[in-house]
């Protein structure tokens, strides 16, 4: 059974940045679509509303939080891609140092 998980992060307040950002991400790097893959996110999507970002992410059985970020240290482009990500990003408000995607809390769900 799949799971969802929806985050949040901001973007530097900055148009110029923000629009490079966007272009990163419509030619995204081939390694990074492939750690996405291998750790069990089978569907991801990115949403843009002035500065704050949204992520939804379709997870299967085999993915963990722990296994990612443990695969994406070892990782020397997700460290390069992550690394040129963070030019464009800051953390929201609520994030501890170090933080960046932040899990939001499910406060609504329409039943079937």
């Given at each position: 059974m799949n799971r969802r998980y929806c985050l949040t992060l901001d973007l530097?307040?900055?148009p110029i940045l923000v629009e490079e950002y966007k272009r990163n991400h419509?030619?995204?790097w081939p390694e990074i679509t492939q750690s996405i893959k291998d750790s069990g996110i089978e569907d991801m999507e990115i949403y843009l509303l002035?500065?704050?970002m949204f992520m939804i992410?379709?997870?299967n059985e085999r993915?963990?939080?722990e296994a990612k970020a443990l695969?994406?240290?070892?990782n020397p482009k997700v460290q390069e891609w992550e690394n040129?990500?963070?030019?464009?990003?800051?953390?929201?408000?609520?994030a501890k140092p170090g933080e960046k995607w932040l899990l939001m809390e499910q406060v609504f769900k329409l039943e079937k």
């Open positions: 530097k307040d900055d419509q030619r995204i002035g500065t704050r992410m379709e997870v993915f963990s939080f695969a994406d240290r070892g040129l990500m963070w030019k464009f990003q800051k953390p929201v408000p609520q």
